[in-house]
């Protein structure tokens, strides 16, 4: 789940230019001239590991396939095709972190379309009068208030944070866990007997955290985006335990797109397949451990970013427990696609950044204060390192900063 609205400056295809800058020894300058982007959570990250894959997630479609509107007329969600089903459900039981059973499967265009429908379907569900309140804790995924409010509904709008919601009438809550913007693990904090919740598992993956448990609730939500890093691809699922509900998010899908590419379901089946391959004991030789993998390159970047700020009194990062992963079977810390960085008191962390062209997200866009930004920690390994490079430069705040 990301923003859009700022353009990436640095691409892999800077590569060239910087190579050419070296030969003419300006490449130290030339990379304190780059904007970097760290706004948004583009997981390019990924594209290492994929490479490393090669043609085995090649998937290669017919001209004549695919074109019906229907995948599976007798599923309730019509248009899923059986072989993503096949594989969300074989990875998720690789992984220990969801029941699927029992569960509908709703596959939609990535995690955000799946969010519009579940508030719709409990919505119309619900039937009241006037428009229901949707909250989250602080801080919480900065696209909530903008999904929610963006169309006006009759059906919902936005509630604020869920700490200080204290309303009689029916609410819904968004439970993110491991939570966006600052990685922790979260429960439902309204304790109104009138709520229901809608359970946001984006992150709820090996490389990010501990699989404590496997996940079972009403609604979860997951995406492809973040599990496996093809954002591209535009790809998300439900697992809902209520008939009523899941037909209602079909349908809100349905009048919405018209159900979702198949040419996308595809593909994503065969990622998952292959992913759900790496992790088994008799793997391919040349096909290492997905979780493993990106856990390592998430676990070698944290260690980084915490180096860069150690001396630094300027910022600081959370630190985690450790706790025990069923999946793994071993102890491990939390590792979050995004750092919560914090300023000192009474600095604008987003503005001081820009002021070193590194974009971030405000810490006001989540519910919480200026002296807080969000950092996207699955940037290129070139991009990542030239965050870090600048970072360590940024030891005051001048005055040119602190007008920005």
């Not at 594989?87 to 939609?108: R, T």
């Not at 995406?223 to 209602?248: F, P, Y």
């Not at 089946?269 to 992913?275: G, H």
Request: glycine fraction near 6%; charge should be neutral; hydrophobic fraction near 35%.
């Amino acid at each position: 789940m990301c923003g859009t609205e700022q353009a990436v400056v640095i691409r892999s295809s800077n590569a060239s230019s910087v190579a050419e800058k070296k030969e003419n020894g300006s490449v130290e300058n030339h990379a304190f001239e780059e904007i970097i982007n760290l706004d948004h959570g583009d997981p390019t990250m990924y594209e290492s590991y994929w490479k490393k894959v090669g043609s085995k997630c090649t998937v290669t479609i017919p001209a004549y396939q695919s074109l019906s509107y229907f995948a599976n007329a007798k599923n309730l969600c019509w248009f899923l095709e059986p072989k993503l089903e096949e594989e969300i459900k074989m990875l998720h039981n690789v992984v220990g972190n969801a029941i699927v059973q029992d569960h509908y499967i709703v596959v939609g265009t990535g995690s955000s379309q799946l969010i519009m429908a579940a508030l719709y379907a409990l919505c119309d569900s619900l039937n009241e009068p006037n428009p229901i309140s949707v909250v989250s804790a602080a801080p919480y995924y900065s696209s909530y208030p903008e999904v929610t409010d963006f169309l006006r509904s009759r059906l919902f709008k936005w509630g604020g944070d869920a700490r200080s919601f204290d309303e009689d009438g029916p609410y819904i809550e968004m439970v993110t866990s491991p939570n966006n913007p600052d990685g922790v693990i979260r429960v439902p904090v309204v304790k109104g007997a009138k709520g229901v919740l809608v359970h946001d598992f984006a992150y709820y993956w090996p490389q990010y955290t501990a699989i404590t448990s496997p996940a079972d609730h009403d609604i979860m939500l997951f995406t492809v985006s973040k599990c496996t890093g093809h954002a591209g691809s535009r790809i998300g699922w439900a697992l809902v335990r209520d008939e009523n509900v899941a037909k209602k998010m079909v349908k809100f899908i349905e009048l919405n797109t018209i159900g979702v590419s198949k040419e996308a379901q595809l593909r994503a089946a065969k990622i998952l397949e292959v992913i759900s391959a790496s992790c088994q004991r008799f793997k391919p030789r040349d096909l290492k451990n997905f979780f493993e993998y990106t856990h390592n390159l998430m676990a070698e970047r944290w260690k980084k970013l915490r180096d860069s700020v150690k001396s630094n009194k300027l910022f600081y990062v959370p630190k985690f427990p450790l706790q025990y992963c069923h999946f793994t079977r071993d102890f491990t810390e939390t590792y979050p696609a995004f750092a919560w960085l914090k300023c000192k008191e009474g600095i604008d962390c987003e503005k001081l950044l820009r002021g070193h062209k590194i974009l971030t997200r405000s810490g006001r866009r989540f519910g919480s204060d200026q002296e807080y930004v969000r950092i996207s920690m699955l940037a290129r390994d070139e991009e990542f390192d030239l965050f870090l490079q600048r970072l360590s430069t940024i030891h005051g705040v001048s005055n040119r900063n602190s007008e920005l």
